[in-house]
Antibody, heavy 120, light 110 residues
Framework: EVQLVQSGAEVKKPGESLKISCKASGYNFNNFWIAWVRQVPGKGLEWMGINHPGDSDIRYSPSFQGQVTISADESMNTVYLQWSSLRASDTAMYYC?????????????WGKGTSVTVSS | SSELTQPPSVSVSPGQTARITCSGDALAKLYAYWYQQKPGLAPVLVMYKDTERPSGIPGRFSGSSSDSGTIVTLTISGVQAEDEADYYCQSSDSSGTYWVFGGGTKLTVL
């Protein structure tokens, strides 16, 4: 079964760093793009960036460029999203999502999401 | 412009037809994708490449595109209570590595 398993909920203080993860299984990790999508409570979906683990190609949304870092560890079949200094406005649910290669560029697999709360 | 515009809300009675639109200049050249999101859950793909339905999605879901191609519509025929959810359209550039989501439409089944 193809799965994306995300790390658990986090509660952090402003200014702290954070790295959340998304572990892939059930398919060839290097062959698919994995994206990160943010959802602020009560709001819509926002695309943050996308990573192709096979060739380390990473693209960022202009809205998130410089604010977060996306990376991958092929040995762990895992992609990461990290912040060096969190803000209260980073409070949101973060989803990782696999881009399909047979259904156009739609997402065929979603992680369950990682809740990040930033509060003093 | 790469923006996608959706109506904030659509309301229909059970058994009626719900139509949710997504508009944007980019849609004239690029495909649209539709996701259903229920409270507390991750989104689910319900339509891809404007009109294609993924396996497992009920046949009452269909997609279409306007003549100009700048408006795509997700149609749910014979709406059921379980269809109440938020619906998001999404598109991407030709390489599929630059995405944009619409603002989402809350479908209420009266």
């Amino acid at each position: 079964e193809v799965q994306l398993v995300q790390s658990g909920a986090e509660v952090k203080k402003p200014g702290e760093s954070l790295k959340i993860s998304c572990k892939a299984s059930g398919y060839n990790f290097n062959n698919f793009w994995i994206a990160w999508v943010r959802q602020v409570p009560g709001k819509g979906l926002e695309w943050m960036g996308i990573n192709h683990p096979g060739d380390s190609d990473i693209r960022y949304s202009p809205s998130f460029q410089g604010q977060v870092t996306i990376s991958a560890d092929e040995s762990m079949n895992t992609v990461y999203l990290q912040w060096s200094s969190l803000r209260a406005s980073d409070t949101a649910m973060y989803y990782c999502a696999r881009r399909s290669e047979v259904m156009g560029h739609g997402v065929d697999v979603w992680g369950k999401g990682t809740s990040v709360t930033v509060s003093s | 412009s790469s923006e996608l515009t959706q109506p904030p809300s659509v309301s229909v009675s059970p058994g009626q037809t719900a139509r949710i639109t997504c508009s944007g200049d980019a849609l004239a050249k690029l495909y649209a994708y539709w996701y259903q999101q229920k409270p507390g859950l991750a989104p689910v793909l319900v339509m891809y490449k404007d009109t294609e339905r993924p396996s497992g999605i009920p046949g009452r879901f269909s997609g279409s595109s306007s003549d100009s191609g700048t408006i795509v519509t997700l149609t749910i025929s014979g709406v059921q209570a379980e269809d109440e959810a938020d619906y998001y359209c999404q598109s991407s550039d030709s390489s599929g590595t630059y995405w944009v989501f619409g603002g989402g439409t809350k479908l209420t089944v009266l």
